[in-house]
């Protein structure tokens, strides 16, 4: 199985700056895309940022131009750098995994337990 834990959240004051890390673990075969998720209270969870194996990325159109995902291929960690946040941006953040745990299994989608993000002043 896969595990993926994320760290980097809490509290940060309107235009400021935090960095998310997620980090795979176990048996990890190959990896598709990496990505963003988040969910604010009472809305459903949503797509930030994704990106696949090749590179490609995407974003959210709220995001954009201030959100960066980038990757470790060695350490199988993914970053979101968070900048000029916004009150808009508080929510959990949640890291997704499409890949496969075994030469074997079929790709599977793989989520963190998700990290607060608070932006308030």
């Known amino acids: 199985q896969v595990q993926l834990v994320e760290s980097g959240g809490g509290l940060v004051q309107p235009g400021g700056s935090l960095r998310l890390s997620c980090a795979a673990s176990?048996?990890?075969?190959?990896?598709?895309?990496m990505g963003w998720y988040r969910q604010a209270p009472g809305k459903q969870r949503d797509l930030v940022a994704v990106?696949?194996?090749?590179?490609?990325?995407n974003y959210a159109d709220s995001v954009k131009d201030r959100f960066t995902i980038s990757r470790d291929n060695a350490k199988n960690t993914v970053y979101l750098q968070m900048n000029s946040l916004k009150p808009e941006d508080t929510a959990v953040y949640y890291c997704?995994?499409?890949?496969?745990?075994?030469?074997?299994?079929?790709?599977?989608?793989?989520w963190g337990k998700g990290t607060l993000i608070n932006v308030s002043s």
């Open positions: 990106m696949t194996s090749g590179g490609s990325t």
């Open positions: 997704n995994f499409v890949a496969r745990a075994g030469a074997a299994q079929l790709p599977s989608n793989y």
């Open positions: 176990g048996s990890i075969f190959s990896i598709y895309v």
